[in-house]
Nanobody, 121 residues
């Protein structure tokens, strides 16, 4: 069982940066692959980035490659999403998720409540 809580969302100007954090509880945190997803009203939840339990393998959706970086600190039970060069189309609720295996789909076992990210032009 893993509980996830996102933080770090907010309002920023286009071109700015935000760093999202996902704090996890549970003794087996380091055994899980972690992912970030986002969703806007009226649209399906979209995969953004994922990282394996070691932190050596990462995946990104094409629209964020070169701008977003996913990382994890297993000692702190925390996963991060550094978002640079933000664009208005990045506006969404961002969710972190945990999976027993690395996935780039929405079929993760555990989900946080989400944090709002709004980018103004």
């Amino acid at each position: 069982q893993v509980q996830l809580v996102e933080s770090g969302g907010g309002l920023v100007q286009a071109g700015g940066s935000l760093r999202l954090s996902c704090a996890a509880s549970g003794r087996t945190f380091s055994s899980y692959a972690m992912g970030w997803f986002r969703q806007t009203p009226g649209k399906e939840r979209e995969f953004v980035a994922a990282i394996n339990w070691i932190g050596k393998t990462t995946y990104y959706t094409d629209s964020v490659k070169g701008r977003f970086t996913i990382s994890r600190d297993n000692a702190k039970n925390t996963v991060y999403l550094q978002m640079n060069s933000l664009k208005p189309e990045d506006t969404a609720v961002y969710y972190c998720a945990a999976s027993s295996v690395l996935r780039t789909t929405t079929t993760y076992e555990y989900w946080g409540q989400g944090t709002q990210v709004t980018i103004s032009s």
